[in-house]
Every structure is written in structure tokens, then in C-alpha cells.
């Protein structure tokens, strides 16, 4: 247990004191909340200058109103008067001189309506057609005379919907946010993960120090060492996204808690989430680390760690139809193939339909593979220790279980 503390204590202690770890750690969350600020900043300036624009000044135009419907008073207030030559009206438009011209078409439900103006910029231009719609919407409003009915052409009515299960009111859609965040904590531990457990393996192979450690040092420690000390870094790095994030969410609750009324939280499906995504995680350890114990160098190590990768966080690309069709043969695969496990039942949880069955099955198999995976690693560790020079292959693996001769 000594050596194992030792292991874990050197290796954090290395990757914490080394200023690279804390720019990178730091970074993300710097970056999102500078760029939230500034996008913020720009977002309040942008519309101040729109509203005092558009107040300063009104779009000078002509039309023609084949329709009917537009009132000659509606399109006054909104800058319009009404086509005497509409060739020249055009030709004023194209010279410079007016700066936008209209033409209603007969039926414009049927047709559209027909815009000629003086180019204001790609962004700035679809306010022409803005006016030109909310002079015809207008026009038709002040016709029909009757508040409601205008009230709901313009916005068709909201429902709120209640439904029951076992006699009691069914959670909505926000009772899935509180599980999906498992599955989202998860991609990100994988990504920061990834990379530091590949290289805390293969770096002692690569630097040919590994037999001068292991005389000290079991193999079985090393490995354990590194995966607890790695664990805790990741455990670093997210705490210092997390709290920060979880102080803001708790600040502004108050704020937005009339808005999330529907926002339940079940017990039973937290218990499950943070069961598969502790079991995920080791289990992502055991693949990584198996991955450096199999190669003699980080170089050789980056294609099959982005396999690793990709076998872990592939069901995220399928995550809507699992979540859709829970019960077809391509999310049962999805659910119990090993590596896509722990993200696809993590999904299944979130949106309820992982039956209390299939959810203690779920957690057996993924703590069941992780622990596989961790031994597997060790001992393709144990007995790849002094190769330095090529891959370890399935022809090498069968002739340990044989018993032949192994290199230490």
C-alpha cells in the first residue's frame, strides 16, 4: 500500500506542479467566459445601434398593391406611398435616388411580394422584406377589426399538456436534464483522460526507465499508481470547470426558478448515471492504459488511442435514435456491446426508458469490463515492460498464456 501511496503521490504531484497543466486546465473556461462577455458586449451594442437607427430614420418606398389589402394610411406610417410609374420607380432604385420599391402581388398567398432596393449589406437587407411583410400583416389586421382573431393569426395558441402515469403527473422534458449530465461528463473526462493515460504508461517504456523502476516498484502498483494518480488530475481539471459553473447555476436560480417548474429530479436515475459513469471512466482507463502498455512509444500510441476514442464516444452519433427507438436491435446492440455501454445506457437513463433490469445489468457489466480491461492492462504492462523497440502483437499475447518465455 506504501508503494502504491508513493506511485500516486509522484505521479499527481508531477502533473500538477507543471505550469502547462494549469494554462491548459484554465484556459477553456477563460476563453468561454471572455468570449461570452465580449459576444454579450457586442450583442447590447449591436441592438442599441438598430433601435436608434431605425428610430432615427424610416425606409423611404413606392408600391403597387395589386391585392388590395394594403391601407394606404398603414403604409404612410411605415414610410410608403403609393406607385404613380412603377418602370421609373424602378429605375430610381437602380440610379440611387429611392430606396426601395414594393410591388403586392394579386394573391399573396399564392405569390411572393416583389422587392427592388438599394443594397444595405447581406445582414442589414432582409429588413426590407420585414417591412414590406409587416405593412401587408398590418393592413390586414386593422380589416378584420377583432383583436382576438388578429391575436391569433399573428401567434396560434400556446398548450400546456399534463400527463399521467401510474396515477401520478409524468415528469416533462426537463426531468431529463438533471441524468443527462452524466453522459456529458463523461465525453469530457474521456477527452482529458485520453491522452495523460497513454502517456503516463508509454513514457517509462519510451525513456527505457521502466526496469529500474519495477525493481522497487510491482508492475501491479505502477499501473494502479498511475491510473488513481491520473484519476485525481482529471478530477482537478474538472472540479475547476464545475464548481465555478455550479456557483453560477445556483446564483441564478432564483432567477429562472419560476421558468423551470417542470424540472424534477429522480432519484433512482442519479444513482444509476453516477454508477455508469464512475464504471465508465475506469473502464475508458483500462482501454487507455492498455493501449500504452501495447506500444513502445507515444508516436506509435496516437492511432490507437484515437480507436480507443472513438469506440467510447461513437454512440453519441446514434444517441437520438437510441433514445427514439429503445426497444429496436440496433439500440440493444448499442447497449450492451461493452465500449458503447456506459454512453448509451447513460442516454437511455436520462430519457427513462432503461428499466430497473437493464439498469443493474448495465452497471454490472461496465464495473465487470473496467476491472477486466485494468487486469488486462496490467498484465500487458507486466509482460511488455523491456520491449522497446516494436508493438506487442496477438501471436506475442498467445505465447505468454502458453508460458513460453517472457521478457522482463
Known amino acids: 500500500m506504501s508503494r502504491l501511496r508513493t506511485v500516486v503521490r509522484f505521479e499527481f504531484v508531477r502533473a500538477v506542479k507543471k505550469p502547462a497543466f494549469w494554462i491548459g486546465t484554465l484556459a477553456l473556461p477563460i476563453v468561454v467566459v471572455l468570449v461570452s462577455v465580449l459576444v454579450g458586449i457586442g450583442q447590447a451594442a449591436g441592438s442599441d445601434s438598430i433601435s436608434s437607427s431605425s428610430s432615427a430614420a424610416k425606409t423611404t418606398f413606392r408600391y403597387v398593391d395589386h391585392s388590395g389589402l394594403v391601407s394606404a394610411s398603414v403604409a404612410a406610417a411605415s414610410g410608403g406611398s403609393p406607385s404613380e410609374d412603377p418602370a421609373a420607380d424602378r429605375a430610381a432604385v437602380r440610379a440611387g435616388t429611392l430606396t426601395l420599391f414594393v410591388e403586392y402581388p394579386a394573391k399573396p398567398s399564392a405569390g411572393p411580394i416583389r422587392l427592388v432596393a438599394a443594397d444595405r449589406g447581406l445582414f442589414e437587407n432582409g429588413g426590407y422584406s420585414t417591412l414590406a411583410e409587416g405593412v401587408l400583416e398590418r393592413s390586414v389586421a386593422d ?8 391575436a391569433l393569426l399573428r401567434a396560434p395558441p400556446s398548450t400546456d399538456l399534463t400527463t399521467y402515469a401510474d396515477g401520478r403527473v409524468a415528469p416533462g422534458w426537463l426531468s431529463i436534464v438533471p441524468p443527462l449530465l452524466f453522459p456529458l461528463a463523461f465525453f469530457g473526462i474521456v477527452i482529458l483522460l485520453a491522452t495523460r493515460m497513454v502517456t503516463v504508461v508509454v513514457e517509462e517504456k519510451e525513456n527505457r526507465i521502466s ?28 472540479g475547476v470547470v464545475v464548481v465555478p459553473g455550479l456557483a453560477v447555476a445556483l446564483a441564478a436560480l432564483p432567477l429562472v426558478a419560476s421558468r423551470l417548474g417542470g424540472l424534477t429530479v429522480d432519484p433512482w436515475r442519479m444513482v444509476v448515471g453516477a454508477l455508469l459513469l464512475v464504471g465508465g471512466v475506469l ?22 488511442q484515437s480507436a480507443a476514442i472513438f469506440a467510447l464516444i461513437i454512440p453519441l452519433y446514434a444517441a437520438f435514435f437510441v433514445m427514439t427507438t429503445p426497444s429496436s436491435p440496433v439500440a440493444a446492440f448499442f447497449t450492451w456491446f461493452p465500449t458503447f455501454t456506459p454512453i448509451t445506457a447513460m442516454v437511455r437513463n436520462a430519457v427513462g426508458s432503461l428499466s430497473v433490469a437493464e439498469s443493474v445489468v ?10 477486466l480491461l485494468l487486469w488486462f492492462a496490467e498484465y500487458l504492462f507486466r509482460h511488455s515492460v523491456a520491449q522497446y523497440g516494436s508493438k506487442v502483437t496477438l501471436k506475442q499475447i498467445a505465447g505468454w498464456r502458453k508460458g513460453r518465455p517472457r521478457t522482463r
Open 211 to 238: 526496469e529500474m523502476i519495477l525493481t522497487t516498484v510491482t508492475a501491479g502498483d505502477l499501473i494502479r499508481g498511475k491510473v488513481l494518480a491520473m484519476l485525481l488530475v482529471g478530477l482537478v481539471q474538472v
Open 283 to 304: 473502464l475508458a482507463c483500462g482501454l487507455f492504459v492498455a493501449v500504452g502498455a501495447a506500444v513502445p512509444s507515444i508516436k506509435d500510441a496516437s492511432t490507437l
Open 143 to 150: 380589416s378584420v377589426g377583432d383583436e382576438e382573431a388578429v
Open 362 to 371: 448495465s452497471v454490472v457489466e461496465v464495473f465487470a469490463v473496467a476491472a
